[in-house]
C-alpha cells in the first residue's frame, strides 16, 4: 500500500490545481492559498516518501514532473488573470514546460530507453521550489490584501529571476538530452521515402 501513496501525492497535484482557479476567481483567497501550501507540500513529500520506502517507480517519475508544471502553470495564469503576474513569464514557463514534456516523450517512446536517467536536475528542484514560494507568497498577499511587490517594486525583478533560472533548467535538461535526442529527430525528419 505504501508504494502508492507518492503516486497518489502527484495524482492529487492535478485535482487540487483545478480549485486554485475556483478560490480565485470567487475571491476565496485563502482558500487558494491553503491549496498552494498543500500542493507545494505534497510535491516534497511524494519524492521523499518514494524514496524513503523504495517506492520510486517509473509512473511516479513521469507523473511528478507532469504534475509539478501543471501546478506551476495553474498557479502562475491564476496570478496573471489577477494581473499579478506578467503573461511574457507565463508564455515563458508554458512554452519551456512543453518542451521538456516533449522531449521527454520523445526520449520514451525512442529505443534509448535504458540510457535515461530519471534523476531531476539539483537547480530543477530549486527551481520549483522558488517558484512555490513566490505563488504561495503572491496568494498570501492576495489573501490578506498586501501587495508588498507593488509597494517594493520588486515583481519585475523577481520574475526576471525566475525566468532565468527556468531558462538555466531548460538548457540543463537540454544538455543532457540532446545527444540522446537529436540523432532521433534527424531520422524522423530526413527519413528517405
Known amino acids: 500500500m505504501r508504494a502508492y501513496v507518492p503516486n497518489f501525492l502527484s495524482l492529487a497535484r ?11 476567481m470567487h475571491g476565496l483567497y ?17 519524492g521523499y516518501l518514494a ?13 511528478d514532473p507532469f504534475a509539478d508544471r501543471f501546478f506551476c502553470a495553474c498557479g502562475f495564469v491564476s496570478l496573471m488573470i489577477l494581473g499579478r503576474c506578467p503573461s511574457w513569464f507565463v508564455a515563458l514557463l508554458v ?10 516523450v520523445a526520449l520514451r517512446l525512442t529505443r534509448t530507453r535504458q540510457s535515461l536517467s530519471l534523476q531531476a536536475i539539483g ?5 520549483m521550489a522558488l517558484q512555490c514560494i513566490w505563488i504561495a507568497l503572491e496568494f498570501g498577499f492576495q489573501a490578506y490584501e498586501f501587495p508588498v511587490g507593488r509597494y517594493l517594486n520588486t515583481e519585475r525583478a523577481i520574475y ?14 537540454f544538455q543532457r538530452y540532446k545527444n540522446l535526442l537529436i540523432p532521433h529527430f534527424r531520422a524522423l525528419l530526413f527519413k528517405p521515402t
Do not use: H
Open 160 to 173: 526576471l529571476f525566475l525566468a532565468g533560472v527556468q531558462m538555466t533548467v531548460f538548457f540543463q535538461y
Open 51 to 63: 524514496r524513503k520506502w523504495s517506492a520510486v517507480s517509473e509512473i511516479g517519475a513521469i507523473l
Open 123 to 127: 537547480i530543477s528542484k530549486w527551481n
Open 14 to 24: 492535478f485535482f487540487l490545481c483545478p480549485w486554485i482557479f475556483y478560490g480565485l
Open 30 to 46: 485563502f482558500l487558494a492559498l491553503v491549496i498552494v501550501i498543500v500542493c507545494a507540500l505534497s510535491d516534497f513529500f511524494d
Open 95 to 104: 512554452s519551456v514546460a512543453i518542451l521538456q514534456n516533449a522531449g521527454y
